[in-house]
């Protein structure tokens, strides 16, 4: 159908802006660019040439898989908004993938090195755990942000040379959930001696497995995790406590060797 004075037809439309037909009945219905013209009767959509703008930076926007609400700000937004717009999106982008690369670089080295897990999967053992006085911190943390443990680590066990130095084995509790959308929250935890500041860790019992590096990283660990539970759930016991992972070994888990203890993932009870 000819396009009429000014007027583009859909088809000339989609190829000059580079969007499919469609693309622009999708884009007609939610707003995003409506058509100059609608032919009554026929229901044919017609653009105006100045609407090719439009069209293509759309059509480019798409190209860095930008969701359409995104593109719906940006395209009715003044020049210097809509450049400011995209340079935010772009900013949280690169942030995204950086992580994703971290994590996929994680994993490549973990199933390279990876230790397979026992046929009889993680033996659980059981432990008196005495009183200790701590000094922690704690925080709303995701998978994204764990690598806050390393430097918070550092400052409480400055903070207790202070009084004497660390009086046990260093430990992290998971308070809730820690996933790419779950924040937890995340305590680490530094034993002190009873007379420096800070809470008191009640004496419990707690079921423990030793994990060594070769199953310390997503997915494994998550696997030894659900061992304890599952062990203090069948032989009857209740959970009283958060999950943690208890640091007794003197080994740094970024430099251990696929075979070496790095923690043990504990779980108190009665």
């Known amino acids: 159908m000819p396009g009429g004075p000014g007027l583009l037809t859909i088809g000339e439309f989609a190829r000059r802006s580079g969007l499919s037909i469609r693309a622009l009945r999708l884009y007609d219905r939610i707003g995003l660019l409506r058509p100059a013209d609608v032919v009554p009767g026929t229901g044919y959509r017609r653009y105006a040439g100045?609407?090719?703008?439009?069209?293509?930076?759309?059509?480019?926007?798409?190209?860095l898989d930008m969701p359409l609400t995104e593109i719906t700000e940006i395209v009715g937004a003044p020049g210097p908004e809509a450049a400011q717009r995209l340079a935010g999106y772009w900013t949280a982008v690169e942030a995204r993938l950086a992580a994703q690369?971290?994590?996929?670089?994680?994993?490549?080295?973990?199933?390279?090195?990876?230790?397979?897990?026992?046929?009889?999967?993680w033996r659980v053992s059981v432990r008196d755990v005495a009183e200790q006085h701590i000094v922690s911190e704690m925080?709303?943390?995701?998978?994204?942000?764990?690598?806050?443990?390393?430097?918070?680590?550092?400052?409480?066990?400055?903070?207790?040379g202070r009084s004497g130095g660390p009086a046990g084995p260093r430990f992290v509790v998971f308070h809730g959930?820690?996933?790419?959308?779950?924040?937890?929250?995340?305590?680490?935890?530094?034993p002190v001696g009873p007379g420096a500041a800070g809470r008191v860790e009640p004496a419990h019992r707690e079921a423990y497995v030793p994990v060594v590096k070769g199953h310390f990283?997503?997915?494994q660990i998550l696997s030894v995790y659900d061992t304890v539970r599952r062990w203090v759930r069948d032989n009857g016991h209740a959970v009283v406590a958060s999950p943690r992972e208890v640091y007794r070994y003197d080994l740094d888990p970024e430099t251990a060797g696929p075979h070496d203890?790095?923690?043990d993932v504990a779980l108190p009870f009665r």
Not at 140 to 159: F, H, M, Q
């Open 139 to 160: 925080r709303y943390v995701s998978a994204a942000g764990l690598t806050w443990i390393r430097d918070a680590s550092a400052r409480l066990t400055e903070l207790a």
């Open 261 to 263: 203890l790095v923690c």
């Open 101 to 121: 690369r971290e994590l996929a670089d994680r994993l490549v080295r973990n199933l390279a090195a990876e230790t397979p897990a026992p046929d009889d999967a």
């Open 50 to 63: 100045r609407q090719l703008y439009a069209g293509r930076l759309i059509a480019l926007l798409r190209r």
């Open 177 to 190: 959930l820690v996933t790419e959308d779950a924040d937890g929250p995340v305590e680490v935890c530094v």
């Open 217 to 219: 990283e997503p997915p």
